[in-house]
């Protein structure tokens, strides 16, 4: 009954389904952006710390690191029409700038690649943007793929915009008694 009702609930949303916008087509994958109060440096952090969090993720292994290249196992979880998937990726991380990640191996996903691009803004805060692009391989399946896509991503960069800026919050208030006495003693 449940593997009934999920495909008739899969063909009405292929048929009723809207056409996918600009930022969430089949081949260009899924794009979502946030401005982060915060500097780059302490996105950077947030975005790693993220993925050791990410509700969307049973686990999240480096299992190399070679410079600025790494090798991550992840494994995603509750993926509409092909459930759990493991991974092997390899990310290029530019410090404070960009992670360009690419799939190598996958026991489902035929691919995975995106990037994560931090902007330093001219107020002192960062402007994240997040793109993936996935393929399962699936006839049919992008479009499901895409969209739930879409969520996980604004949920994703939503949570690291939450992480930026209570890690800041937490540094301004461990400078702010150093900075006091600072200020004190060079006034007597």
């Keep these: 009954m449940v593997l009934f009702t999920t495909l008739v609930a899969f063909v009405a949303f292929i048929l009723f389904a809207p056409a996918a916008d600009a930022k969430c087509t089949e081949k260009d994958g899924v794009r979502g952006h946030i401005i982060i109060k915060a500097p780059a440096r302490i996105v950077w952090e947030a975005v790693h710390k993220e993925r050791a969090t990410d509700p969307d993720l049973s686990y999240s292994k480096v299992i190399e690191?070679?410079?600025?290249?790494?090798?991550?196992?992840?494994?995603?979880?509750?993926?509409?029409?092909?459930?759990?998937?493991?991974?092997?990726?390899?990310?290029?991380?530019?410090?404070?700038?960009?992670?360009d990640y690419k799939l190598v191996r996958s026991d489902k996903f035929k691919d995975l690649r995106g990037s994560w691009i931090l902007t330093d803004l001219p107020d002192g805060g960062t402007k994240l943007e997040l793109h993936s692009v996935l393929n399962t391989g699936l006839p049919f399946s992008e479009h499901i793929i895409n969209h739930v896509l879409k969520?996980?991503?604004?949920?994703?960069?939503?949570?690291?915009?939450?992480?930026?800026?209570?890690?800041?919050?937490?540094?301004?208030?461990?400078?702010?008694?150093?900075?006091?006495?600072?200020q004190q003693t060079g006034l007597e």
């Design 65 to 99: 690191k070679q410079g600025d290249k790494v090798m991550l196992e992840q494994k995603f979880n509750g993926m509409p029409v092909i459930g759990e998937a493991v991974c092997l990726l390899e990310q290029t991380e530019a410090v404070n700038q960009r992670i």
């Design 151 to 182: 969520g996980r991503i604004n949920k994703r960069l939503e949570r690291v915009k939450v992480s930026a800026e209570r890690i800041l919050e937490a540094e301004l208030k461990e400078a702010a008694p150093a900075l006091a006495n600072k």
